[in-house]
Nanobody, 122 residues
């Protein structure tokens, strides 16, 4: 199984980025896909996740209303559209896969991508 995340970059506050994560080696449509982020010295934190059916969950406090997770099962890809970015969104973003039930706990995810760095300057 391989998950490849890309789309990160350096932007100014208020800008948008779209992260993508391409999956291979698994039956993508059967998996819950999640996005997490991590800063140096901190634990990996939940950002959003999406069920195979398309139902999604967000970390309400930090990103709901600004970030949107989506998936294209035909392309084996999950996306994270990030709008109105803030400096506190700066982190390495990881995509992950699990089945069968959506959870927020990174320990329950079986497969991880390599991470893509998002840097937001004020």
């Amino acid at each position: 199984v391989q998950l490849q995340a890309f789309g990160g970059g350096s932007v100014e506050a208020g800008a948008s980025l779209r992260l993508s994560c391409a999956a291979s080696g698994l039956t993508f449509r059967n998996y819950v896909m999640g996005w997490f982020r991590q800063t140096p010295g901190s634990e990996r934190e939940f950002v959003a996740a999406i069920r195979s059916s398309g139902g999604s969950v967000y970390d309400t406090d930090s990103v709901k209303g600004r970030f949107t997770i989506s998936r294209d099962n035909a392309k084996n890809t999950v996306y994270l559209q990030m709008n109105s970015l803030k400096p506190e969104d700066t982190a390495v973003y990881y995509c992950a896969a699990k089945r069968p039930i959506l959870t927020r706990d990174p320990l329950h995810y079986n497969y991880w991508g390599q991470g893509t760095l998002v840097t937001v300057s004020s």
